[in-house]
Each structure stands twice: as structure tokens, then as C-alpha cells.
């Protein structure tokens, strides 16, 4: 197939990069996806890497540049499936896990910044525009969606069971912290990481459907299990979708960190049903 013309492309950096558009990019892409799958839903390292290598190969012989930012969004694949992803919020999990996170995010950024030079990761929390009147009004509503559904969702399929249950203020503190920083690192990584580098060489929606497969499997792994990715899916959708319009990581975050702060709520009361007794399930 015929490669089309090389075309200017107004990245998030301070100057346009060249990129090569073709429908071939979306081969390797979707390989990555699905190598994510893999890794962190079937948990099978040893197909899952073979599938990475396999993509970023063939990236490799379709454009240099989109073997670059796959191979980046791999080093976050890999980073964080050679580390336990679990709920577990002792002192050495945490650790492990939030070095494996960093590494994750930090590198990628670090590259594109300081070795490419392209700047192509952001993480605008500043951007000097105001939240529309829409945008303000979807938080609360974003409040109302997870008191309807996250209750129903964890406490009768049994899924809560998947975190730990704490009573003392130590254990309370640490779940607390572990769901809001889980929840800004899924948008560090799978939006402004992850989409943005596959928005660089496929069309939006492609490279949202791709992100949304990664941030869906890896919350699996962590414990979203039963029917989560019929919400997930759509919820990491919108948020891509949100981070294009909005161009805002401080509003992307501000939305999960809703959505976590009422599942922070509900499994304190799914482990202690006398506690924050306020919820319909």
C-alpha cells in the first residue's frame, strides 16, 4: 500500500513535527493494545511482550518516528506488568508499585523531552481557560453517576472484596491515598501519555479506542472485575475525548478523582456496613 505524503501535524510542543499518516500506522498501534490485554487481563507476559515486539517491529519498518512513541508507550506496558498490580496498601507494595509508575510515566516524558525534542508529553494543569458552564456542571453530575453506580457495581457483585478492609485511621489513610494517586496516573499515562503519542500518527477516534483498551485492561488487573469494562470502557473514552476538547489534565483529574472519591466511600462502607450507611444498592 502506497504511503501517503508526509504532512504538518500541530503537536502539543513548541514547533510542528513532520509525521507520516497512513492507515498502516494503525497495525502496529492495535498490536500495542493488544499486547496491553494481554499483559495485564490474561496475564500472559510471555505473549504479551511477543506481541509488543511484534508491533514495534513492524512500526519500525512502516516510519522511525511512530516506532519511537509505540516503543515509548511499551516502556509503560512493561514497566508496570513486571510489577504485582494489586490493591495491596502496605508500605512495600506501594513502594514497589509507585516506583514501576513513575518509571512509567517519567520516562516516556523524559524522552520526548530531552532526546527527541519534540516535547510531544504535556501535563497541562495551568492552561490560563476557564471550565465552561457545561464543564463545571458535569462534576457534580459526575458525583450523582458514582453514587448510582459504583455502590450497585462493587457491593453486589462482591467486587470490593478485591480491596482491603480497613477500620483504623492508618489503613483508612492509605486507601485514600492509594485511590487518588492510582486515579491521577491513569490519566498521566493512558491520556496524556499513551493517547497523545497515538493521536500523533492515527486519526482521534482510533487512537481513543486504543487508549481506552489499555486503561480498561489494566484496571481489570488491579481488581475492576465483573461487568467494570462496560463502564470503564466508555469512561476512558469520554476522557480522552474530554482531554482534546478541554486540553486540561487539572479537569481530567478532577473528574476521576470524583468518580474515586465516592468508590473510596463505598468500600469503606462495604467493609463496615454501619459506617456512611448512604448509599441504594
Known amino acids: 500500500m502506497k504511503q501517503q505524503p508526509e504532512t504538518e501535524v500541530q503537536l502539543r510542543g513548541p514547533r510542528p513535527a513532520k509525521l507520516t499518516r497512513t492507515p498502516l500506522n494503525a497495525i502496529p498501534a492495535a498490536l500495542v493494545s493488544a499486547s496491553g490485554f494481554l499483559l495485564f487481563v490474561r496475564e500472559d507476559r510471555l505473549s504479551g511482550f511477543l506481541l509488543l515486539a511484534t508491533a514495534l517491529v513492524v512500526a519500525g519498518i512502516i516510519n522511525r518516528r511512530l516506532l519511537i512513541d509505540l516503543a515509548l508507550i511499551g516502556v509503560g506496558l512493561t514497566a508496570m506488568s513486571l510489577v504485582p498490580i494489586t490493591t495491596d496498601i502496605s508500605t512495600e507494595h506501594m513502594a514497589v508499585m509507585g516506583t514501576a509508575m513513575i518509571l512509567a510515566v517519567g520516562i516516556p516524558y523524559a524522552v520526548s523531552r530531552f532526546v527527541t525534542k519534540d516535547h510531544a508529553i504535556r501535563f497541562p494543569v495551568r492552561t490560563g481557560q476557564p471550565w465552561t458552564r457545561a464543564e463545571k456542571w458535569y462534576l457534580p453530575a459526575v458525583l450523582v453517576i458514582g453514587y448510582a453506580l459504583m455502590p450497585v457495581y462493587m457491593i453486589r457483585t462482591g467486587v470490593y472484596n478485591n480491596w ?65 469494562p462496560f463502564f470503564i470502557f466508555p469512561f476512558a473514552l469520554l476522557q480522552a475525548r474530554l482531554f482534546t476538547i478541554t486540553k486540561s489534565l487539572s479537569y481530567i483529574v478532577t473528574v476521576h478523582l470524583l468518580f474515586d472519591f465516592v468508590l473510596f466511600l463505598v468500600l469503606i462502607h462495604a467493609h463496615n456496613r454501619e459506617w456512611i450507611d448512604i448509599f441504594l444498592y
Open 164 to 228: 482491603p478492609a480497613v477500620s483504623d485511621p492508618d489503613g483508612i489513610a492509605r486507601l485514600f491515598l492509594g485511590t487518588n494517586v492510582l486515579g491521577i496516573w491513569d490519566e498521566l499515562f493512558f491520556i496524556c501519555t499513551a493517547f497523545t503519542l497515538l493521536r500523533r500518527h492515527l486519526p482521534d477516534w482510533q487512537a481513543n479506542l486504543l487508549q481506552a483498551v489499555l486503561f480498561t485492561s489494566f484496571l481489570w488487573e488491579l481488581g475492576f472485575h465483573a461487568w467494570a
